[in-house]
């Protein structure tokens, strides 16, 4: 699953806290996060991001200079009469800024949305990229 909880111990406490206190254990109030890769290639970073459930729609990308934010909803429908026994699955807001070593070429940044995979592709801005040096013998 891409959206992590909370560790099995956190979520375990919890539980038993909710027992504890009498609240409604049933319900899992997750918090909506991503885990993802970054690579670092010559002349760009890719970064791929689990997203499962997620729209085109309902992602924003942005960069500045060596920052880029993503931004979502990720979105279900819940009957709010059923009972549930277990409501575990992540809804709501996710944002998140990832730090690169070096600034970005924003213009020339791709992204593409597969099967719950996003991927970004973001070529270095020019006086990042690494340079060659002839060197002459005289």
Do not use: C
């Not at 891409?2 to 206190?21: E, K």
């Not at 997620?54 to 979502?72: K, W, Y």
């Not at 709501?92 to 800024?97: L, P, T, V």
């Amino acid at each position: 699953m891409a959206f992590y909880l909370s560790t099995p111990m956190n979520m375990a406490t919890r539980r038993m806290l909710d027992r504890w206190l009498n609240t409604d254990w049933n319900e899992v109030v997750p918090e909506v996060s991503f885990p993802l890769d970054i690579q670092d290639e010559a002349e760009a970073y890719l970064v791929s991001a689990l997203l499962p459930g997620v729209s085109v729609d309902d992602l924003n990308i942005q960069i500045q200079n060596d920052v880029v934010s993503i931004q979502g909803e990720l979105k279900h429908e819940r009957d709010e009469k059923a009972t549930y026994l277990v409501r575990e699955r992540p809804s709501g807001k996710f944002s998140r800024s990832i730090e690169l070593p070096d600034p970005v070429d924003s213009s020339k940044a791709e992204a593409s949305l597969v099967n719950g995979v996003l991927t970004l592709r973001l070529p270095k801005a020019e006086e990042a990229r690494p340079r060659s040096i002839k060197v002459i013998n005289k």
